[in-house]
């Protein structure tokens, strides 16, 4: 038990990286114009699909599963005449003859998207081998997309990319040639438009000079918006094409939080849960939250439910094994006291 507790102390002093990582850090005084980067014609068709990819709340998310051999899909599918959600993902190596993997649904909070009905769904493939490829579809009310390519690599090997804060929408405020960008509603949210503009590059970059990664760790703030509807900054986050082939490992922070009860219901209806565990060759990783609100202010800390989960979950976690914990918000001392975070 004490071997434990020093990793566990250890661990959550920070987020620490391991193996082969790349950092890419976002804050807005590292802001980019949108229109001054990428090449004008680059920029110039981004602004003519925003419109599509904001309104578009039914993109793929991918996380990791509880080990190699699994893969944990989560998407919308909007309500239409009626017809029942279909959590599906069909999934396999050949793509004319792909295995159905039944999930969960639920209704998303209609506030949140404009008063239309969405579900979310989730599902867990499994069965998974290293160094394959894969296809798959997702149902969206009984109508199955097109087929998208998933490679896994190595199992016995780590290769990720870790970012910290996209926050896409933060950049209101900011000169965009010369106007400055808004953190409007949906397609007016030029912010969030500049930012998905942003991080569509920043992980194309990432991926082509780092190739055969892994996975992604993204360390909380997916998306800006406090208070109010984010869902055309979650559109924006999950438009990038290389996230339909790379799971995210994503940690829960202040800005992603519930513009209702600031529970993070719409982080977990989009990406999955608030805290959860996976192994990866021979490291078990953890993420956390520890964005704990009372009304519309926040602290730094766990829950008595998040402290008795990851004690169990690390009791079945050989003593020798290395351990990544990570979380959102900085926590200073001994006591794990908050640090003032905006």
């Given at each position: 038990?004490?071997?434990?507790?020093?990793?566990?102390?250890?661990?959550l002093?920070?987020?620490?990286l391991?193996?082969?990582?790349?950092p890419a850090?976002?804050a807005t005084?590292h802001?980019?114009?949108?229109s001054?980067v990428?090449?004008s014609?680059?920029?110039k068709?981004?602004?003519e699909?925003?419109?599509?990819v904001?309104?578009?709340?039914?993109k793929?998310?991918l996380?990791?599963?509880?080990?190699?051999?699994?893969l944990?899909?989560?998407?919308?599918?909007k309500?239409?005449d009626?017809?029942?959600a279909?959590?599906?993902v069909?999934?396999?190596a050949?793509k004319?003859?792909?295995?159905?993997?039944?999930g969960?649904?639920?209704d998303v909070?209609q506030?949140l998207?404009?008063?239309v009905a969405?579900?979310y769904?989730?599902?867990t493939v499994t069965?998974?081998?290293?160094?394959s490829?894969?296809?798959?579809?997702?149902?969206?009310?009984?109508v199955e997309?097109?087929p998208v390519?998933?490679?896994?690599?190595?199992?016995?090997?780590?290769?990720m990319?870790y970012v910290g804060?996209?926050?896409?929408?933060?950049s209101q405020?900011q000169?965009?040639g010369?106007?400055s960008l808004a953190?409007?509603?949906?397609?007016?949210?030029?912010?969030a438009?500049?930012?998905?503009?942003g991080?569509?590059?920043t992980?194309?970059?990432?991926?082509?000079q780092?190739?055969?990664i892994?996975f992604?760790?993204?360390?909380?703030?997916?998306?800006n918006k406090?208070?109010q509807?984010k869902?055309?900054?979650?559109a924006g986050?999950?438009?990038?094409d290389?996230?339909?082939?790379?799971p995210?490992?994503?940690?829960i922070?202040n800005h992603?939080?519930?513009s209702v009860?600031y529970?993070g219901?719409t982080?977990?209806d989009?990406?999955g849960?608030r805290?959860?565990?996976?192994?990866?060759?021979?490291v078990?990783f953890v993420?956390m939250?520890?964005?704990?609100f009372?009304g519309?202010?926040?602290t730094?800390?766990f829950?008595?439910?998040q402290?008795?989960w990851?004690e169990?979950d690390?009791?079945?976690?050989?003593?020798?094994q290395?351990?990544?914990?990570?979380?959102?918000?900085?926590?200073?001392?001994?006591n794990?006291?908050?640090?003032?975070h905006?």
């Amino acid at each position: 038990m004490q071997t434990r507790e020093k990793i566990l102390a250890s661990v959550l002093s920070g987020a620490l990286l391991v193996g082969a990582c790349a950092p890419a850090l976002a804050a807005t005084v590292h802001y980019n114009d949108g229109s001054t980067v990428g090449g004008s014609e680059a920029w110039k068709a981004w602004t003519e699909s925003w419109a599509s990819v904001a309104t578009d709340y039914t993109k793929v998310s991918l996380t990791p599963g509880k080990n190699e051999t699994e893969l944990n899909f989560a998407w919308y599918s909007k309500v239409e005449d009626g017809k029942a959600a279909t959590p599906v993902v069909h999934f396999g190596a050949d793509k004319a003859r792909l295995t159905a993997f039944t999930g969960i649904s639920a209704d998303v909070d209609q506030s949140l998207t404009d008063g239309v009905a969405y579900v979310y769904n989730h599902v867990t493939v499994t069965g998974l081998a290293e160094n394959s490829t894969y296809y798959y579809t997702v149902e969206k009310n009984s109508v199955e997309t097109e087929p998208v390519e998933y490679k896994t690599g190595s199992f016995s090997s780590i290769k990720m990319l870790y970012v910290g804060e996209p926050q896409l929408g933060a950049s209101q405020g900011q000169p965009q040639g010369t106007d400055s960008l808004a953190a409007d509603a949906g397609v007016a949210n030029t912010a969030a438009r500049n930012d998905s503009f942003g991080w569509n590059r920043t992980l194309e970059i990432a991926t082509e000079q780092n190739p055969g990664i892994n996975f992604i760790i993204s360390a909380g703030d997916q998306v800006n918006k406090t208070g109010q509807a984010k869902e055309e900054e979650y559109a924006g986050y999950l438009s990038p094409d290389v996230l339909a082939s790379l799971p995210v490992a994503t940690t829960i922070g202040n800005h992603d939080k519930s513009s209702v009860d600031y529970t993070g219901d719409t982080y977990r209806d989009v990406l999955g849960p608030r805290w959860y565990s996976f192994n990866r060759g021979e490291v078990h990783f953890v993420a956390m939250d520890n964005c704990l609100f009372s009304g519309q202010d926040y602290t730094g800390g766990f829950t008595d439910e998040q402290v008795a989960w990851l004690e169990k979950d690390l009791s079945f976690v050989p003593t020798s094994q290395m351990i990544v914990v990570y979380y959102q918000t900085p926590l200073r001392d001994k006591n794990y006291h908050q640090r003032p975070h905006r």
